[in-house]
T-cell receptor, first 115, second 111 residues
Framework: KAGVTQTPRYLIKTRGQQVTLSCSPI?????VSWYQQTPGQGLQFLFE???????NKGNFPGRFSGRQFSNSRSEMNVSTLELGDSALYLC??????????????FGSGTRLTVV | DAKTTQPPSMDCAEGRAANLPCNHS???????VYWYRQIHSQGPQYIIH???NNETNEMASLIITEDRKSSTLILPHATLRDTAVYYC????????????FGTGTRLLVSP
């Protein structure tokens, strides 16, 4: 079966711009989470969605937002990009609520570079 | 902050068992131990999880001490493709608890 698909794989943006990243979970998975990975901070939780509702949110500024659609696909948006937003953005999906008994399946990520 | 402590790096010879330790002395009664790994340039991969009993799947075995304050992930016959960063995570399975990744253990499997 198809895994978690993230698009685009690579992205270069300029400071001040905004960006939208997309995530298609595994078919049947209803939980989608987003993580940011940087060399300095490691893997940091952004937010989790289940049934189109944000269920948990990490400690990121309001410039980071997301949403989930009725087909479970999810997008995250970062507005007013800063150089420090350069990172690998990972999406993960799970069959159960919050990845309880099945673990999360991660995509390969979108590498965002802000110049 | 991560609730686990892992050695920063370990080496293992190909074909030998790799035993990766994790300390989680403050684990709560309802929290599970999860293991993920991340191979370079890929997203983390779920390996296994457990509550208090030992668990085994096609990838690995998880041994949790009786007091649940530590655990060991065992890769029975390590291959070069097992070279990765391994993360031990303690988390409640209920609700929408985030995965808190620490710095993990960088396992290097050599020929």
């Amino acid at each position: 079966k198809a895994g978690v698909t993230q698009t685009p794989r690579y992205l270069i943006k300029t400071r001040g711009q905004q960006v939208t990243l997309s995530c298609s979970p595994i078919s049947g998975h209803r939980s989608v989470s987003w993580y940011q990975q940087t060399p300095g901070q490691g893997l940091q939780f952004l937010f989790e969605y289940f049934s189109e509702t944000q269920r948990n949110k990490g400690n990121f500024p309001g410039r980071f937002s997301g949403r989930q659609f009725s087909n479970s696909r999810s997008e995250m948006n970062v507005s007013t990009l800063e150089l420090g937003d350069s990172a690998l953005y990972l999406c993960a999906s799970s069959l159960g609520q919050g990845g309880a008994n099945y673990g999360y399946t991660f995509g390969s990520g979108t590498r965002l570079t802000v110049v | 902050d991560a609730k686990t402590t892992q050695p920063p790096s370990m080496d293992c010879a190909e074909g030998r068992a790799a035993n990766l330790p994790c300390n989680h002395s403050t684990i709560s009664g309802n929290e599970y131990v999860y293991w993920y790994r991340q191979i370079h340039s890929q997203g983390p991969q779920y390996i296994i999880h457990g509550l208090k009993n030992n668990e085994t799947n096609e990838m690995a075995s998880l041994i949790i001490t009786e007091d649940r304050k530590s655990s060991t992930l065992i890769l029975p016959h390590a291959t070069l493709r097992d070279t990765a960063v391994y993360y031990c995570i303690v988390r409640s399975p209920s609700g929408f608890q985030k995965l808190v990744f620490g710095t993990g253990t960088r396992l290097l499997v050599s020929p």
